[in-house]
Antibody, heavy 118, light 106 residues
């Protein structure tokens, strides 16, 4: 059974940093492209960015609103995906979901809430 | 940047057919994907590559995509199908979601 468990969310002040983690199991993580998607309270889904598998180069793509501030990385030895978020803004407040896939998303975690507020 | 447009809400009576549209420039030249999100839950993929159903998704869910519009169709709609539905496509190196449609079954 595929499981994706996000952690690391919480309350942070504007300008602060936070690192989210996503522990994956039940599939071959090493071969998987992985993606972060977020959802602001009461709003729709927003793609944040993705990372390719190492065999496909391990490169990343980001949405314009987070480019230069967020960094996606992976540790294949730990089957874990990360999202480093710097220079956080109030508009980054959202539930952050870890998902499998690069172009569409078959499995989703339960999400972790990030609140950016002073 | 590429945009996908969905109607904010659609209503349907139980047992009837619900159609949710998703519009984007030359969307028919891309693949469309659909997700269902019930209140307080994570999204679930219900249609991929325009018209394919993942394992476990009921046959009453179907999809089509042509021209500038992709359509999610739910035949014989049940009360349990009430949810938010999001279309999604990818363009170059970016992935785009539609704004979502709230399906009310009444």
């Amino acid at each position: 059974e595929v499981q994706l468990v996000e952690s690391g969310g919480g309350l942070v002040k504007p300008g602060g940093s936070l690192r989210l983690s996503c522990a994956a199991s039940g599939f071959t993580f090493t071969n998987a492209w992985m993606t972060w998607v977020r959802q602001a309270p009461g709003k729709g889904l927003e793609w944040v960015g993705r990372i390719r598998s190492e065999t496909d180069g391990g490169t990343t793509d980001y949405a314009a609103p987070v480019k230069g501030r967020f960094t996606i990385s992976r540790d294949d030895s730990k089957h874990t995906l990360y999202l480093q978020m710097n220079s956080l803004k109030t508009e980054d407040t959202a539930v952050y979901y870890c998902t499998t896939g690069g172009t569409y998303y078959g499995y989703w975690g339960q999400g972790t809430l990030v609140t950016v507020s002073s | 940047s590429y945009e996908l447009t969905q109607p904010p809400s659609v209503s349907v009576s139980p047992g009837q057919t619900a159609s949710i549209t998703c519009s984007g420039n030359k969307l028919g030249d891309k693949y469309a994907f659909w997700y269902q999100q019930k209140s307080g839950q994570s999204p679930v993929l219900v249609i991929y590559e325009d018209n394919k159903r993942p394992s476990g998704i009921p046959e009453r869910f179907s999809g089509s995509n042509s021209g500038n519009t992709a359509t999610l169709t739910i035949s014989g709609t049940r009360a349990m199908d009430g949810a938010d539905y999001y279309c999604q496509a990818w363009d170059r190196s970016n992935v785009v979601f539609g704004g979502g449609t709230k399906l009310t079954v009444l």
